[in-house]
C-alpha cells in the first residue's frame, strides 16, 4: 500500500467521496491469521457481523474457516442468513413480534441459535416453539457490564435449569461477551481481567453439569483479546468482530505481538479536499455523517506529509489543522483516513470499494444490513 505522504493515485477521483476503501490483501490476510490462529487454538470462531452486515464479507469469513456468524439484531440476521447456514443473534428479545420474526428465520437457517437473560421472557418463546420443533438457546451471562446478560450465580443457574427442563428450547449453553474488557490499554491487565471472567464462567459451567444440565457451547471473546481468550480453557467459540478491518481504537492497544499489530489496517474512509482558502487549514467532504464520532478523532493515513489534527467541520464538512500554519494543500487532494471505531463508521455506508495493493478498483461489496434497513425477502 501507498506510504503516508504519498499523493493518491487521480483514478480515485472517479469515486463518490467520501467512500470506504476495503484493501482485498490486507482483508484476506486477516482472515486467513485469524483462521489459522482459532484452528492452532482449537477454538470455533463465530465472527461477529455486527461489525461489517454484509452477505460478502460474511461469506469470506465462512470460507476462512467461521463456522457461521454472530448478529446483534434480527434485522441483521433477516438479511444475512442466506449468505450463512448458522447465525447466533447476541441480544436478547423483548417482544412477542421479535419471536414472531425468530420463528420465521429459523426456517431459512439450518442453525439459529438465540439468547435468554430473563425468565419473563420464556413464555414469549413457548407460543411459537415446542418438543416438536425447538430453539436452540444459550444463556446470556453478564460480564459486570451491566448492559445484557444475568448476574453469573443462582438466577443465571435457575434460567438455565428452565430452559434446559422447557420443550420449548434446546438449551446449549452460555455467552459471555466482555465488550468492557477489549480496548484496556495494558496487555497484562486485559489478560488478567480476562482469565478472571472465564474463571467464574467456568465454574458456573461445572455447577450446570454437575446437575446434568450440558453446557457445550461456551461463546464470547472478541478481537481484543483473541490470543486471550482460549487459554482458560473453557470457551468454545470466538466472537471477534473488528479483525477483518482494525481501527485507531485496537491499533492504541498493546498486543502481544512485540514487532506488529496481529492484524493488518485493511479499511480507511477516502474523502477529498473541497476547500482550501486558509493556510493551514482545508476542508474536506467527511464529517460527522462519514465517522463514528464515540472515539478518537480519525487519522490521516494517505495523502499529505505535514503532521495534521483530523477534525469535524459540520455534518458534512471535516477537515486537517496543520501544525504548520503556512501549509497549503490544493483543493481536489485526496485523503486516506484511518477510522476511530470501524463497527460503527461502517455503518454509515453502504458499500465497501474493494480495491488491490495498487488501489485498482476490484468490486464493491454491499452493507446489506445497514441499521433501520428493513428486510424484504431480498
Excluded at 464462567?201 to 483473541?226: A, D, H, S, W
Aim: hydrophobic letters at 40%.
Amino acid at each position: 500500500m501507498t506510504t503516508s505522504g504519498s499523493r493518491l493515485p487521480a483514478h480515485l477521483q472517479d469515486l463518490q467521496t467520501p467512500c470506504l476503501l476495503l484493501f482485498d490483501a490486507s482483508f484476506r490476510s486477516n482472515l486467513q491469521r485469524m483462521s489459522t490462529h482459532c484452528e492452532a487454538s482449537n477454538f470455533a470462531l463465530r465472527p461477529h457481523a455486527k461489525t461489517h452486515k454484509s452477505r460478502d464479507i460474511a461469506k469470506a469469513q465462512i470460507a476462512h474457516g467461521a463456522l457461521g456468524i454472530c448478529c446483534a439484531t434480527i434485522s441483521e440476521a433477516e438479511h444475512l442468513a442466506d449468505a450463512v447456514h448458522s447465525i447466533l443473534i447476541t441480544s436478547p428479545l423483548a417482544l412477542h413480534r421479535h419471536v414472531e420474526r425468530i420463528s420465521a428465520l429459523q426456517e431459512r437457517l439450518a442453525e439459529l441459535i438465540c439468547v435468554v437473560d430473563n425468565p419473563v421472557t420464556i413464555p414469549y418463546f413457548e407460543k411459537y416453539f415446542d418438543a416438536t420443533r425447538p430453539l436452540d438457546v444459550l444463556v446470556d451471562l453478564d460480564p459486570d457490564m451491566h448492559r445484557t446478560g444475568i448476574e453469573i450465580g443462582p438466577e443465571a443457574f435457575a434460567l438455565a435449569r428452565a430452559l434446559h427442563e422447557s420443550p420449548s428450547f434446546n438449551f446449549r449453553g452460555v455467552q459471555c461477551y466482555a465488550g468492557n474488557i477489549m480496548h484496556v490499554e495494558s496487555i497484562g491487565q486485559r489478560t488478567r481481567r480476562s482469565h478472571e471472567l472465564w474463571q467464574r464462567v467456568e465454574t458456573f459451567k461445572r455447577q450446570l453439569e454437575n446437575q446434568r444440565i450440558p453446557c457445550p457451547i461456551v461463546t464470547g471473546g472478541g478481537t481484543g483479546t483473541f490470543d486471550i481468550d482460549w487459554q482458560a480453557g473453557v470457551a468454545t467459540e470466538l466472537q471477534a468482530g473488528s479483525y477483518p478491518f482494525m481501527d485507531l481504537e485496537y491499533m492504541n492497544i498493546e498486543w502481544n505481538t512485540d514487532s506488529r499489530l496481529p492484524f493488518d489496517p485493511s479499511l480507511f474512509v477516502l474523502t477529498t479536499v473541497v476547500s482550501a482558502n486558509t493556510s493551514g487549514n482545508v476542508t474536506t467532504d467527511a464529517g460527522l455523517k462519514a465517522f463514528s464520532t464515540d472515539s478518537v478523532r480519525p487519522e490521516v493515513h494517505v495523502g499529505v506529509e505535514q503532521t495534521a489534527t483530523y477534525v469535524f467541520k459540520g455534518d458534512e464538512h471535516g477537515g486537517l489543522i496543520f501544525e504548520d500554519s503556512t501549509v497549503t494543500v490544493a483543493v481536489g487532494t485526496q485523503l486516506l483516513i484511518t477510522p476511530p471505531h470501524c463497527d460503527p463508521t461502517i455503518n454509515l455506508y453502504d458499500h465497501f470499494t474493494l480495491v488491490d495493493e495498487d488501489f485498482q478498483i476490484l468490486d464493491t461489496l454491499a452493507i446489506n444490513a445497514r441499521s433501520g434497513r428493513l428486510y424484504k425477502g431480498v
